[in-house]
């Protein structure tokens, strides 16, 4: 069993930046891909950015330039980067783990971003 722990949420003025966290501890298996999804109010869950272990990234469309991922293996880590937000990047994000036929997810941390 794997348990995601996420950080760094909250209200921020649009144009500003926060930086997510989210810890993974438990049966880890070295090859995993983890990630972050979003799901504002009344839409379903998408993807923003993944990235495998070996560090091959993808990221939407939609927050391309203005978000990074990134990952320390050694801490089981991934980070996501948000710089320029804007009010319809408001949403609950969430940690993704994959490994294998395995798939886990974090509770979830809220980001506000007002206009």
């Known amino acids: 069993q794997v348990q995601l722990v996420e950080s760094g949420g909250g209200l921020v003025q649009a144009g500003g930046s926060l930086r997510l966290s989210c810890a993974a501890s438990?049966?880890?298996?070295?090859?995993?891909?983890m990630g972050w999804y979003r799901q504002a109010p009344g839409k379903e869950r998408e993807l923003v950015a993944r990235?495998?272990?070996?560090?091959?990234?993808n990221t939407a469309d939609s927050v391309k330039g203005r978000f990074t991922i990134s990952r320390d293996n050694a801490k089981n880590t991934v980070y996501l980067q948000m710089n320029s937000l804007k009010p319809e990047d408001t949403a609950v994000y969430y940690c993704?783990?994959?490994?294998?036929?395995?798939?886990?997810w974090g509770q979830g941390t809220q980001v506000t971003v007002s206009s």
């Open positions: 438990g049966s880890i298996f070295r090859f995993n891909v």
């Open positions: 990235i495998s272990s070996s560090g091959t990234t």
């Open positions: 993704n783990l994959v490994s294998y036929d395995s798939q886990f």
